[in-house]
Protein backbone atom coordinates (compact mmCIF):
# COMPACT_ATOMS: atom_id res chain seq x y z
CA UNK A 1 0.00 0.00 0.00
CA UNK A 2 1.28 3.38 -0.96
CA UNK A 3 2.73 5.64 1.62
CA UNK A 4 3.79 9.44 1.64
CA UNK A 5 5.72 11.38 3.94
CA UNK A 6 6.39 15.20 4.09
CA UNK A 7 10.15 16.17 2.46
CA UNK A 8 10.31 19.25 4.31
CA UNK A 9 10.26 17.90 8.08
CA UNK A 10 10.40 14.02 7.10
CA UNK A 11 8.44 13.39 9.88
CA UNK A 12 4.34 13.58 8.65
CA UNK A 13 3.25 10.29 7.16
CA UNK A 14 0.10 10.43 5.43
CA UNK A 15 -2.17 7.56 6.69
CA UNK A 16 -1.79 4.75 4.49
CA UNK A 17 -3.59 4.05 0.94
CA UNK A 18 -3.78 8.49 1.17
CA UNK A 19 -2.52 10.25 -1.84
CA UNK A 20 -1.41 14.06 -2.23
CA UNK A 21 -4.35 14.25 -4.78
CA UNK A 22 -6.66 12.99 -2.16
CA UNK A 23 -6.25 16.28 -0.41
CA UNK A 24 -7.48 19.54 -0.43
CA UNK A 25 -5.14 22.13 -2.37
CA UNK A 26 -4.37 23.96 0.42
CA UNK A 27 -3.51 21.06 2.68
CA UNK A 28 -0.40 22.30 5.17
CA UNK A 29 1.34 19.61 6.48
CA UNK A 30 0.69 19.55 10.61
CA UNK A 31 4.23 19.42 11.44
CA UNK A 32 6.21 21.89 9.38
CA UNK A 33 3.21 23.86 7.28
CA UNK A 34 4.55 22.72 3.98
CA UNK A 35 2.50 22.74 1.08
CA UNK A 36 1.13 19.70 -0.42
CA UNK A 37 3.64 19.52 -3.05
CA UNK A 38 6.57 18.95 -0.17
CA UNK A 39 4.72 15.29 -0.11
CA UNK A 40 7.02 11.91 -1.71
CA UNK A 41 5.92 8.35 -2.36
CA UNK A 42 8.10 6.62 0.09
CA UNK A 43 10.02 3.74 -1.86
CA UNK A 44 10.86 0.36 -0.68
CA UNK A 45 14.23 -0.18 -1.07
CA UNK A 46 16.04 -3.11 -1.63
CA UNK A 47 18.67 -3.49 0.46
CA UNK A 48 21.68 -4.92 -0.86
CA UNK A 49 24.73 -6.69 1.30
CA UNK A 50 27.29 -7.10 -1.05
CA UNK A 51 30.27 -9.25 0.01
CA UNK A 52 33.45 -8.07 -0.51
CA UNK A 53 37.00 -8.45 0.34
CA UNK A 54 37.74 -7.89 3.99
CA UNK A 55 41.32 -6.04 2.93
CA UNK A 56 38.99 -3.65 0.84
CA UNK A 57 38.38 0.21 2.64
CA UNK A 58 35.25 0.51 4.22
CA UNK A 59 32.72 3.26 4.32
CA UNK A 60 33.10 3.98 0.15
CA UNK A 61 29.80 6.45 -1.21
CA UNK A 62 27.86 4.89 -3.94
CA UNK A 63 29.42 6.92 -6.58
CA UNK A 64 33.02 5.24 -5.45
CA UNK A 65 31.73 1.78 -5.46
CA UNK A 66 30.06 2.36 -8.91
CA UNK A 67 33.39 3.41 -10.32
CA UNK A 68 35.15 0.57 -8.26
CA UNK A 69 32.76 -2.41 -9.61
CA UNK A 70 32.69 -0.61 -12.98
CA UNK A 71 36.52 -0.75 -13.45
CA UNK A 72 36.59 -4.42 -12.51
CA UNK A 73 33.71 -5.02 -15.33
CA UNK A 74 36.30 -3.66 -17.83
CA UNK A 75 39.24 -5.68 -16.50
CA UNK A 76 37.24 -8.92 -16.79
CA UNK A 77 36.17 -8.22 -20.21
CA UNK A 78 39.52 -7.71 -21.13
CA UNK A 79 40.62 -11.09 -19.39
CA UNK A 80 37.57 -12.92 -21.45
CA UNK A 81 35.44 -13.52 -18.81
CA UNK A 82 31.75 -12.56 -19.62
CA UNK A 83 30.12 -14.04 -16.84
CA UNK A 84 32.15 -11.98 -14.47
CA UNK A 85 31.49 -8.71 -16.53
CA UNK A 86 28.07 -9.16 -16.25
CA UNK A 87 28.06 -9.49 -12.67
CA UNK A 88 30.34 -6.16 -11.72
CA UNK A 89 28.54 -3.99 -14.16
CA UNK A 90 25.00 -5.08 -12.62
CA UNK A 91 27.02 -4.38 -9.15
CA UNK A 92 28.10 -0.99 -11.15
CA UNK A 93 24.54 0.27 -12.18
CA UNK A 94 23.10 -0.80 -9.05
CA UNK A 95 25.23 2.11 -7.28
CA UNK A 96 25.16 4.40 -9.98
CA UNK A 97 21.03 4.62 -9.93
CA UNK A 98 21.39 4.64 -6.06
CA UNK A 99 23.62 8.06 -6.22
CA UNK A 100 21.29 9.53 -8.61
CA UNK A 101 18.67 8.62 -6.00
CA UNK A 102 20.71 10.18 -3.10
CA UNK A 103 21.17 13.34 -5.30
CA UNK A 104 17.83 13.61 -6.40
CA UNK A 105 16.36 13.69 -2.66
CA UNK A 106 18.68 15.61 -1.40
CA UNK A 107 17.91 18.71 -4.40
CA UNK A 108 14.19 17.68 -3.87
CA UNK A 109 14.46 18.27 -0.05
CA UNK A 110 16.47 21.70 -1.19
CA UNK A 111 13.77 22.92 -2.58
CA UNK A 112 11.08 21.76 -0.22
CA UNK A 113 13.13 24.23 2.11
CA UNK A 114 13.60 26.92 0.24
CA UNK A 115 9.48 27.20 -0.55
CA UNK A 116 8.48 26.78 3.05
CA UNK A 117 11.71 30.50 3.79
CA UNK A 118 9.90 31.74 0.64
CA UNK A 119 6.45 31.30 1.19
CA UNK A 120 6.24 31.54 5.34
CA UNK A 121 9.48 32.53 7.00
CA UNK A 122 10.81 35.52 5.41
CA UNK A 123 7.61 37.54 5.96
CA UNK A 124 7.24 36.29 9.78
CA UNK A 125 11.55 37.65 10.03
CA UNK A 126 10.77 40.37 8.36
CA UNK A 127 7.89 41.36 10.86
CA UNK A 128 10.20 40.97 13.29
CA UNK A 129 12.24 43.30 12.03
CA UNK A 130 10.81 46.14 10.90
CA UNK A 131 8.95 45.27 14.81
CA UNK A 132 12.15 46.54 16.09
CA UNK A 133 13.07 48.82 13.33
CA UNK A 134 16.44 47.16 12.61
CA UNK A 135 17.37 48.33 9.00
CA UNK A 136 20.54 45.88 9.16
CA UNK A 137 18.12 42.77 9.52
CA UNK A 138 15.98 43.86 7.02
CA UNK A 139 18.81 44.80 4.44
CA UNK A 140 20.26 41.26 5.40
CA UNK A 141 16.56 39.76 4.81
CA UNK A 142 16.06 41.38 1.37
CA UNK A 143 19.41 39.90 0.56
CA UNK A 144 18.74 36.73 1.72
CA UNK A 145 15.36 36.42 0.26
CA UNK A 146 17.00 37.24 -3.05
CA UNK A 147 19.35 34.59 -3.01
CA UNK A 148 17.10 32.01 -1.61
CA UNK A 149 14.97 32.79 -5.05
CA UNK A 150 18.07 32.46 -7.28
CA UNK A 151 19.32 29.20 -5.79
CA UNK A 152 15.36 27.89 -6.17
CA UNK A 153 15.78 28.81 -9.67
CA UNK A 154 18.94 27.11 -10.06
CA UNK A 155 17.63 24.06 -8.61
CA UNK A 156 14.67 24.01 -11.36
CA UNK A 157 17.57 24.02 -14.26
CA UNK A 158 19.84 22.10 -12.15
CA UNK A 159 20.69 19.60 -15.23
CA UNK A 160 21.71 22.24 -17.56
CA UNK A 161 23.46 24.05 -15.10
CA UNK A 162 25.45 20.38 -14.04
CA UNK A 163 26.18 20.16 -17.59
CA UNK A 164 27.64 23.90 -17.58
CA UNK A 165 29.96 23.28 -14.59
CA UNK A 166 31.20 19.80 -16.61
CA UNK A 167 31.91 22.24 -19.90
CA UNK A 168 34.75 23.86 -17.35
CA UNK A 169 32.20 26.83 -15.48
CA UNK A 170 32.48 27.57 -12.07
CA UNK A 171 30.13 28.09 -9.29
CA UNK A 172 31.07 31.67 -7.92
CA UNK A 173 29.40 32.11 -4.24
CA UNK A 174 29.54 35.81 -2.67
CA UNK A 175 30.76 35.57 0.76
CA UNK A 176 28.65 38.85 1.93
CA UNK A 177 25.45 37.72 1.06
CA UNK A 178 25.77 34.12 -0.60
CA UNK A 179 24.76 34.60 -4.33
CA UNK A 180 25.06 31.91 -6.07
CA UNK A 181 26.18 32.11 -9.99
CA UNK A 182 27.37 29.91 -12.87
CA UNK A 183 29.83 31.61 -15.45
CA UNK A 184 33.42 30.96 -16.70
CA UNK A 185 33.86 34.13 -14.03
CA UNK A 186 32.83 36.09 -11.27
CA UNK A 187 30.95 39.37 -12.16
CA UNK A 188 32.47 42.32 -11.34
CA UNK A 189 30.38 42.91 -8.94
CA UNK A 190 27.62 41.02 -7.08
CA UNK A 191 24.06 41.63 -8.35
CA UNK A 192 22.07 41.02 -4.73
CA UNK A 193 24.39 42.99 -2.30
CA UNK A 194 26.44 45.52 -4.99
CA UNK A 195 30.19 44.20 -3.16
CA UNK A 196 33.14 44.29 -5.63
CA UNK A 197 34.17 41.35 -7.21
CA UNK A 198 37.51 40.25 -4.88
CA UNK A 199 34.23 39.28 -2.52
CA UNK A 200 32.90 36.54 -4.98
CA UNK A 201 34.70 33.29 -4.83
CA UNK A 202 34.67 30.31 -7.29
CA UNK A 203 33.98 27.46 -4.76
CA UNK A 204 33.33 24.58 -7.64
CA UNK A 205 35.41 24.50 -10.94
CA UNK A 206 38.00 26.28 -12.65
CA UNK A 207 39.64 29.51 -10.55
Known amino acids: MEEYICRACNKHKLPPGTRP ?3 LENWKCPVCGASKDALKKIEQEIRVQPVLDSSL ?3 LSFGQLSALFGNLAKGCE ?3 KPNEQALFK ?12 EQEDEFSKLDCLLGEDL ?7 FKEAKTFVDRGAQRALAW ?5 YKMRSLLNKKTELLAMIGAGNSVHVCQICGFIGIADE ?3 KCPVCGVPKFKIKAVWGGI
Open 21 to 23: EDL
Open 57 to 59: PKN
Open 78 to 80: KQG
Open 90 to 101: TLEDHYKSMLQK
Open 119 to 125: EKNFSSA
Open 144 to 148: CEQVS
Open 186 to 188: APD
